[in-house]
């Protein structure tokens, strides 16, 4: 039913929670993992005036890295092949545009991530995935 299964994630306790559940996943269906993260390309220049916006994306790459990085290597203790990526842009399009790509027959993520007023609402990137997605979305909410 699964052979490819998409875990965007962004490092936070949420996401973690459905990382777990894409892993518990993708081991029932012995299916590929593709662990995304998304640096949001949006002007950040005002979320820290005194460093420049190519510093600021510079971090929020290698915080990408890492964090795919981190699950990659908790799929292979679990023995579930994964394949990582961190790619820039707006994270709701990229997320779908990823796994029609990828041809990812389901998405796992969490309901909020870590971003600021965001996280109080819906979890606005994940609703608008779950809506343009032409894939089954779970949504992993958090504790």
């Not at 269906?29 to 640096?39: G, K, N, Q, T």
Request: aromatic residues 2%; charged residues 25%.
């Amino acid at each position: 039913m699964y052979d490819r299964i998409l875990v965007p994630t962004d490092g936070s306790d949420c996401a973690d929670r459905a990382v777990e559940h894409a892993l518990d996943i993708a081991t029932q269906y012995d299916a590929e993992l593709h662990v995304l993260s998304v640096v949001d390309s949006r002007d950040v220049s005002h979320s820290a005036p005194a460093i420049s916006p190519d510093q600021v994306q510079k971090t929020l790459r290698e915080r990408a890295e890492s964090v795919v990085e981190a699950v990659a290597d908790r799929a292979a203790e679990a023995g579930v092949s994964a394949v990582t990526a961190v790619e820039p842009g707006i994270p709701d399009d990229v997320v779908v545009d990823y796994a029609s790509d990828n041809e990812c027959d389901l998405i796992v993520m969490g309901t909020h991530g870590r971003t600021g007023l965001e996280r109080y609402l819906l979890g606005s990137v994940t609703e608008r995935t779950v809506r343009r997605s032409s894939v089954p979305v779970l949504t992993v909410r958090g504790e």
